[in-house]
C-alpha cells in the first residue's frame, strides 16, 4: 500500500515545498478540519445524541433551523475563535459577521461557511455537508461586514466536509482539488485523491425538476433537449439525479462529472437564486473551476460577481465544463 499522506502533511508540503500557503493558512484549515470531525460525530449520533429534529428558531434566510445547524455553527465558531489566524467569521445561520472577541489575537483571514447544507436531508439520514471559504481581510484595523464582501475570485482557500457513508474532506488552496477520508481509528483524514478532474462533457443533470414551470425559458430549453435524449437535438440521452443537498451533488460532479443547475425562477423574480454567494456559490465555484469545470449564474463567471450583501443569493450553474457553457450560451448576453 502506497504510503499514506495525512491532511497536515499535504498542507506542510503546500506550505514549505510549493509555497502555495502560509503557515496561519495551514493552520485554519487543518482547524476547520477537526471542527469537521467533531460536526461529523455529532451528526454520526443522530436520534442517540438527541440532536435530530427542529430548533425552533429561523435563520437569517428566513428558514427553520435544525439542531444540527445551529451545533454545526457552534462547534465551527468555538474552534476557530481564539486561534490568533481569524479576524472575523460569517455564517449562513449568523445575521451578522462574527468578529474575534478582544480576549483572542486578531488574524489575517476571513473565514465564511455554511456550517451544515442540506439541512432537509438531516432528519432522513441523507448524506449533508460543511462548506467553507477563506478571504484575506484587507489592510486596516478591526473588521467589518464590508471586508467581507469580495467576489469569489479572492478566495484563498476553500473547500466542504460531507458526512455520508464516509466523511469527506475536499479542499483546494489554488493548486488543484484533493480529497480526504477520515480514518476513524487514526482520526486523521488521509488523502485519497489528488487534481481531481470533471470531465468536460457528462450526462447527468442535476436540478429540482419540480420547479420547471417557473424557469426563464433558456433553462427550460436546456433541461428539454436533456429529456428528448438521443432522438433529440442532442443525440445522446441523458440521466438526473437531485439530492437536495448541493454539497452532495457537488461531489458527486467533482467524483464522475455532470451539471448541477439551481436557477433564477419566477416564484421571487427579485431574487437572483436560492443558493447563497459568499459560503455556497463561491466556494463550490472555485473548487469545481479549479478540476477543470465551469461555474456561472447564467451571464458571468460566479466567481466574478461582485457581493453586495452579505447573504446574498445567485443563480447557479456549474459543472462540466461544455455543458455549463452551453447553458450560458442559450442565455441572452447583456
Ligand atoms: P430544494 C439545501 O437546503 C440547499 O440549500 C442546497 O444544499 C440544495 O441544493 C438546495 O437547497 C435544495 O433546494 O428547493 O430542491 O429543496
Same mark, same amino acid.
Given at each position: 500500500?502506497?504510503?499514506? =499522506?495525512?491532511?497536515?502533511?499535504? !498542507? $506542510? *508540503?503546500?506550505?514549505?515545498?510549493? &509555497? +502555495?500557503?502560509?503557515?496561519?493558512?495551514?493552520?485554519?484549515?487543518?482547524?476547520?478540519?477537526?471542527?469537521?470531525?467533531?460536526?461529523?460525530?455529532?451528526?454520526?449520533?443522530?436520534?442517540?445524541?438527541?440532536?435530530?429534529?427542529?430548533?425552533?428558531?429561523?435563520?437569517?434566510?428566513?428558514?427553520?433551523?435544525?439542531?444540527?445547524? =445551529?451545533?454545526?455553527?457552534?462547534? !465551527? $465558531? *468555538?474552534?476557530?475563535?481564539?486561534? &490568533? +489566524?481569524?479576524?472575523?467569521?460569517?455564517?449562513?445561520?449568523?445575521?451578522?459577521?462574527?468578529?474575534?472577541?478582544?480576549?483572542?489575537?486578531?488574524?489575517?483571514?476571513?473565514?465564511?461557511?455554511?456550517?451544515?447544507?442540506?439541512?432537509?436531508?438531516?432528519?432522513?439520514?441523507?448524506?449533508?455537508?460543511?462548506?467553507?471559504?477563506?478571504?484575506?481581510?484587507?489592510?486596516?484595523?478591526?473588521?467589518?461586514?464590508?471586508?467581507?464582501?469580495?467576489?469569489?475570485?479572492?478566495?484563498?482557500?476553500?473547500?466542504?466536509?460531507?458526512?455520508?457513508?464516509?466523511?469527506?474532506?475536499?479542499?483546494?488552496?489554488?493548486?488543484?482539488?484533493?480529497?480526504?477520508?477520515?480514518?476513524?481509528?487514526?482520526?486523521?483524514?488521509?488523502?485519497?485523491?489528488?487534481?481531481?478532474?470533471?470531465?468536460?462533457?457528462?450526462?447527468?443533470?442535476?436540478?429540482?425538476?419540480?420547479?420547471?414551470?417557473?424557469?426563464?425559458?433558456?433553462?427550460?430549453?436546456?433541461?428539454?433537449?436533456?429529456?428528448?435524449?438521443?432522438?433529440?437535438?442532442?443525440?445522446?440521452?441523458?440521466?438526473?439525479?437531485?439530492?437536495?443537498?448541493?454539497?452532495?451533488?457537488?461531489?458527486?460532479?467533482?467524483?464522475?462529472?455532470?451539471?448541477?443547475?439551481?436557477?433564477?425562477?419566477?416564484?421571487?423574480?427579485?431574487?437572483?437564486?436560492?443558493?447563497?454567494?459568499?459560503?455556497?456559490?463561491?466556494?463550490?465555484?472555485?473548487?469545481?473551476?479549479?478540476?477543470?469545470?465551469?461555474?456561472?449564474?447564467?451571464?458571468?463567471?460566479?466567481?466574478?460577481?461582485?457581493?453586495?450583501?452579505?447573504?446574498?443569493?445567485?443563480?447557479?450553474?456549474?459543472?462540466?465544463?461544455?455543458?455549463?457553457?452551453?447553458?450560458?450560451?442559450?442565455?441572452?448576453?447583456?
Amino acid at each position: 500500500m502506497s504510503q499514506r =499522506i495525512s491532511l497536515t502533511r499535504y !498542507l $506542510v *508540503e503546500q506550505q514549505r515545498v510549493d &509555497g +502555495h500557503i502560509p503557515s496561519q493558512l495551514r493552520l485554519l484549515i487543518e482547524v476547520v478540519a477537526r471542527a469537521c470531525k467533531g460536526i461529523s460525530q455529532a451528526v454520526n449520533k443522530g436520534a442517540l445524541g438527541g440532536v435530530l429534529g427542529s430548533a425552533g428558531s429561523e435563520n437569517v434566510q428566513g428558514e427553520m433551523q435544525k439542531k444540527l445547524d =445551529i451545533i454545526a455553527n457552534e462547534v !465551527l $465558531v *468555538e474552534a476557530n475563535e481564539w486561534g &490568533g +489566524h481569524l479576524a472575523g467569521m460569517a455564517s449562513e445561520e449568523m445575521d451578522g459577521i462574527y468578529v474575534v472577541p478582544n480576549r483572542y489575537p486578531q488574524g489575517e483571514y476571513l473565514l465564511l461557511f455554511d456550517p451544515l447544507d442540506g439541512s432537509s436531508n438531516i432528519d432522513v439520514n441523507v448524506t449533508i455537508g460543511t462548506i467553507f471559504s477563506v478571504l484575506k481581510k484587507p489592510e486596516g484595523p478591526g473588521v467589518s461586514e464590508q471586508d467581507f464582501l469580495q467576489p469569489g475570485n479572492r478566495q484563498v482557500a476553500a473547500g466542504y466536509c460531507l458526512y455520508g457513508p464516509q466523511t469527506t474532506l475536499v479542499l483546494t488552496v489554488g493548486d488543484g482539488v484533493a480529497m480526504f477520508t477520515l480514518d476513524r481509528e487514526q482520526g486523521s483524514f488521509v488523502l485519497v485523491q489528488e487534481h481531481m478532474r470533471i470531465p468536460e462533457d457528462t450526462r447527468e443533470f442535476a436540478i429540482n425538476m419540480s420547479n420547471m414551470r417557473h424557469w426563464a425559458a433558456p433553462v427550460v430549453r436546456y433541461v428539454q433537449e436533456c429529456l428528448a435524449g438521443q432522438d433529440g437535438p442532442r443525440g445522446k440521452d441523458f440521466n438526473m439525479r437531485w439530492i437536495a443537498s448541493m454539497v452532495a451533488d457537488v461531489h458527486r460532479i467533482l467524483t464522475r462529472g455532470g451539471i448541477f443547475l439551481y436557477p433564477w425562477d419566477k416564484r421571487e423574480p427579485d431574487k437572483p437564486g436560492k443558493l447563497r454567494l459568499m459560503y455556497e456559490a463561491n466556494p463550490m465555484g472555485w473548487l469545481v473551476e479549479q478540476a477543470g469545470g465551469a461555474a456561472t449564474n447564467g451571464k458571468q463567471r460566479i466567481l466574478d460577481v461582485q457581493p453586495a450583501k452579505l447573504h446574498e443569493r445567485v443563480s447557479v450553474i456549474l459543472g462540466s465544463r461544455n455543458e455549463v457553457e452551453r447553458v450560458t450560451g442559450y442565455h441572452p448576453t447583456v
